[in-house]
């Protein structure tokens, strides 16, 4: 049965008022990250800018710091999950550096639910941003015989042009439903990984049946305590 909202919010405000000094390190860490991420992200197109390299090697080197940062982000994202759980069901906040050592192993089990999850969520979005850049390619083309011989110039391709704006709207509609749809039930899918050490397939299963029937509970279960702690 599932706890109220009240009542998980009162257990999570309490929880950080007993541990927020074990917690500390993790924030630290976490606020040091993010800025670190941010200033390397501004410094590495300065050498393009100042020194005249080229913009490819500030991108290449982007790219580097980002898979870096993905997995650094994974590794400790795991963490602070794992160290949460045991606050929760032993009452203690373990050491940063043993946490980090314990969820080492799975970090690209993280990586690859994340963007398991990414894909599950945007790609219906995705696909009618594709379908509407290549309608209007065609719209914009359909003077030329060759790339689109169907399409009237004119007043008849205008019309066609709202009709398909008018479908791609309702559609990109439905695709940001279905993303929150899709990412309320694999809100546990984390959970497996790292503290049943389950593989991504298994744990995106595993999130789905936990979901299943209480959808709209889960998704008040998420949103109250971000607009009573964030908001």
């Known amino acids: 049965m599932l706890i109220s909202v009240g009542q998980l919010i009162r257990e999570t405000w309490q929880l950080w008022l007993a541990h927020w000094k074990s917690f500390l390190p993790y924030t630290i860490v976490a606020a040091l990250l993010g800025a670190g991420a941010g200033a390397l992200g501004v410094l590495l197109f300065l050498p393009s800018t100042i020194f005249q390299f080229p913009i490819m090697v500030s991108i290449a080197a982007l790219l580097a710091v980002i898979a870096i940062g993905v997995y650094i982000g994974s590794w400790f994202n795991a963490a602070t999950l794992k160290a949460g759980l045991s606050a929760i069901q032993s009452g203690a906040v373990p050491h940063l550096g043993p946490t980090l050592k314990e969820t080492r192993p799975l970090v690209w089990r993280v990586i690859g639910s994340s963007l398991a999850i990414a ?113």
Request: hydrophobic letters at 60%; glycine letters at 8%.
């Open 119 to 231: 894909i599950l969520v945007t790609l219906p979005l995705l696909l009618v941003l594709s379908a509407y850049a290549i309608t209007r390619f065609m719209l914009a083309a359909s003077a030329g015989p060759l790339l689109a011989p169907g399409l009237a110039a004119g007043g008849a391709a205008q019309t066609t042009g709202q009709v398909i704006n008018v479908v791609l709207s309702l559609l990109g509609i439905a695709s940001l439903f279905f993303a929150l749809y899709y990412g309320v039930k694999l809100m546990f899918t984390m959970f497996g990984v790292v503290y049943e050490n389950k593989s991504v397939g298994e744990s995106l299963r595993m999130s789905k049946s936990l979901v299943m029937g209480r959808w709209r509970a889960m998704l008040w279960r998420i949103l109250a305590p971000a607009i009573v702690f964030w908001l």
